[in-house]
């Protein structure tokens, strides 16, 4: 799955067919293969990105989390037409992160992503030995993409969002994790990194081992915390990404587990002792550095995001932001360039995973009072249980023809108007 884009990247969306759990085939889409897209290992320099679009639907390539500017980003406005090709000539420059990749059609992301067109990108800074972490792809530091699915009776996997779906976003009853339902991570005796994606359309999940063994964050959307966090619980709404370390040195079976009160299983482990231990303690320090925003605002902006019973009554539902739903053609704020914001987000009926491109941003605030441990790092995407507040420094560019997005990351909401977009000049 490894594909090292080290000056140039090719990425051709297909469609193909993935048996789930030797179930019956199904149609599916992904970049390079029938379901999902390659892991990208990115480091920073010019890279000439090329995406092939043999499906017979517009996609896009958007890289979330990746900082570039809003010609590069992939989003709604950066359609690939069937048989056409996009390329993008950008420069990476961030610290080290997992970010990721997705189609961004306004009304079809949803769908296009539920599919298969995502994948997962490692930003590397090849400083990792020196850093005390695992880093070997594969044996002790695992790419997990959470995803639950919907299957029928007959096996096969659904995607038909009612209005309640809509409503509540598109939930599974099978948890996929890189495409595979039931499958073992079989792991070394050692200190072992996940880097876990929720690229699920909208369920949220709060993650535990079942005989309660510690993850340590260690980095979040953004990249490295200034030292590892000890968490028993770590929450993973839409679209973000946390890497944490876990210590199998004594063994066991343990399984990562989803919703204390009504849990299941996402993932069971195993270990191997005959797989090379690489890591057998943890770092007590990393070189991630939380700049602090506070004070530095020149603007405070109030974002609500909306959502309407009333209009769902009637068969229509009325998703937007600050009453607004989506339009293509207006910007709804102008940033300026190298300005700090800060956003005060508001989440109505739900709490909805607020997302920005082109910025990483710190969160200052959750519902009046400090930030869980797991947004206390640079984040692109937080879950908004009531209200939170977000500082943001915008240094990449975005223009009228290609402006950023923020929006809700249960795909059904930004598919349905909860977006809005915005300049940077
Ligand atoms: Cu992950 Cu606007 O997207
Ligand atoms: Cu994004
Ligand atoms: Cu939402």
């Given at each position: 799955?490894?594909?090292?884009?080290?000056?140039?990247?090719?990425?051709?969306?297909?469609?193909?067919?993935?048996?789930?759990?030797?179930?019956?085939?199904?149609?599916?889409?992904?970049?390079?293969?029938?379901?999902?897209?390659?892991?990208?290992?990115?480091?920073?320099?010019?890279?000439?990105?090329?995406?092939?679009?043999?499906?017979?639907?517009?996609?896009?390539?958007?890289?979330?989390?990746?900082?570039?500017?809003?010609?590069?980003?992939?989003?709604?406005?950066?359609?690939?037409?069937?048989?056409?090709?996009?390329?993008?000539?950008?420069?990476?420059?961030?610290?080290?992160?997992?970010?990721?990749?997705?189609?961004?059609?306004?009304?079809?992301?949803?769908?296009?992503?539920?599919?298969?067109?995502?994948?997962?990108?490692?930003?590397?800074?090849?400083?990792?030995?020196?850093?005390?972490?695992?880093?070997?792809?594969?044996?002790?530091?695992?790419?997990?993409?959470?995803?639950?699915?919907?299957?029928?009776?007959?096996?096969?996997?659904?995607?038909?969002?009612?209005?309640?779906?809509?409503?509540?976003?598109?939930?599974?009853?099978?948890?996929?994790?890189?495409?595979?339902?039931?499958?073992?991570?079989?792991?070394?005796?050692?200190?072992?990194?996940?880097?876990?994606?929720?690229?699920?359309?909208?369920?949220?999940?709060?993650?535990?081992?079942?005989?309660?063994?510690?993850?340590?964050?260690?980095?979040?959307?953004?990249?490295?915390?200034?030292?590892?966090?000890?968490?028993?619980?770590?929450?993973?709404?839409?679209?973000?990404?946390?890497?944490?370390?876990?210590?199998?040195?004594?063994?066991?079976?343990?399984?990562?587990?989803?919703?204390?009160?009504?849990?299941?299983?996402?993932?069971?482990?195993?270990?191997?002792?005959?797989?090379?231990?690489?890591?057998?303690?943890?770092?007590?320090?990393?070189?991630?550095?939380?700049?602090?925003?506070?004070?530095?605002?020149?603007?405070?902006?109030?974002?609500?995001?909306?959502?309407?019973?009333?209009?769902?009554?009637?068969?229509?539902?009325?998703f937007a932001i600050n009453g607004r739903p989506y339009d293509m053609r207006r910007i709804d704020f102008e940033v300026a360039?190298?300005?700090?914001?800060?956003?005060?987000?508001?989440?109505?009926?739900?709490?909805?995973?607020?997302?920005?491109?082109?910025?990483?941003?710190?969160?200052?605030?959750?519902?009046?009072?400090?930030?869980?441990?797991?947004?206390?790092?640079?984040?692109?995407?937080?879950?908004?249980?009531?209200?939170?507040?977000?500082?943001?420094?915008?240094?990449?560019?975005?223009?009228?023809?290609?402006?950023?997005?923020?929006?809700?990351?249960?795909?059904?909401?930004?598919?349905?108007?909860?977006?809005?977009?915005?300049?940077?000049?």
């Amino acid at each position: 799955l490894d594909t090292r884009a080290t000056g140039r990247l090719a990425l051709t969306a297909t469609s193909g067919r993935t048996a789930f759990d030797g179930g019956p085939d199904n149609p599916t889409a992904g970049f390079n293969q029938a379901y999902l897209g390659p892991t990208i290992l990115m480091q920073n320099g010019e890279l000439a990105a090329e995406v092939q679009n043999t499906l017979d639907e517009p996609i896009s390539t958007h890289w979330h989390g990746l900082l570039v500017p809003g010609e590069h980003d992939g989003g709604p406005h950066l359609a690939i037409a069937p048989g056409a090709t996009w390329q993008p000539e950008m420069t990476i420059a961030q610290d080290p992160a997992t970010v990721w990749y997705h189609s961004h059609i306004h009304e079809r992301t949803a769908g296009q992503v539920y599919f298969g067109l995502a994948g997962v990108i490692h930003v590397t800074d090849g400083q990792d030995d020196a850093r005390g972490l695992p880093s070997t792809y594969g044996i002790d530091d695992l790419t997990l993409v959470l995803q639950d699915r919907r299957f029928d009776a007959a096996g096969r996997m659904v995607y038909d969002p009612s209005m309640m779906d809509i409503m509540h976003g598109f939930a599974g009853n099978r948890m996929l994790v890189n495409g595979q339902a039931g499958a073992t991570a079989v792991v070394p005796e050692g200190i072992v990194r996940l880097r876990l994606l929720n690229g699920s359309n909208a369920r949220v999940y709060t993650l535990f081992f079942d005989d309660t063994r510690p993850m340590h964050l260690v980095a979040t959307d953004g990249g490295f915390l200034p030292a590892p966090v000890a968490l028993d619980v770590l929450r993973l709404a839409p679209g973000e990404r946390a890497e944490v370390l876990v210590d199998f040195s004594s063994g066991g079976a343990p399984v990562l587990m989803s919703d204390p009160g009504q849990a299941y299983g996402v993932l069971q482990f195993a270990t191997d002792s005959a797989l090379a231990a690489r890591i057998t303690r943890l770092p007590e320090r990393l070189d991630g550095v939380l700049e602090d925003l506070t004070g530095a605002e020149v603007t405070t902006r109030q974002v609500s995001l909306d959502m309407g019973m009333g209009g769902m009554m009637m068969g229509g539902g009325s998703f937007a932001i600050n009453g607004r739903p989506y339009d293509m053609r207006r910007i709804d704020f102008e940033v300026a360039l190298g300005s700090v914001e800060r956003w005060q987000i508001r989440s109505t009926m739900v709490a909805h995973p607020f997302h920005v491109h082109g910025v990483r941003f710190r969160v200052v605030t959750e519902n009046g009072g400090p930030p869980r441990p797991e947004n206390t790092g640079w984040k692109d995407t937080v879950l908004v249980p009531g209200d939170a507040e977000i500082l943001a420094r915008f240094d990449q560019p975005a223009s009228r023809e290609t402006p950023f997005m923020f929006h809700c990351h249960i795909l059904e909401h930004e598919d349905a108007g909860m977006m809005g977009q915005f300049t940077v000049t």
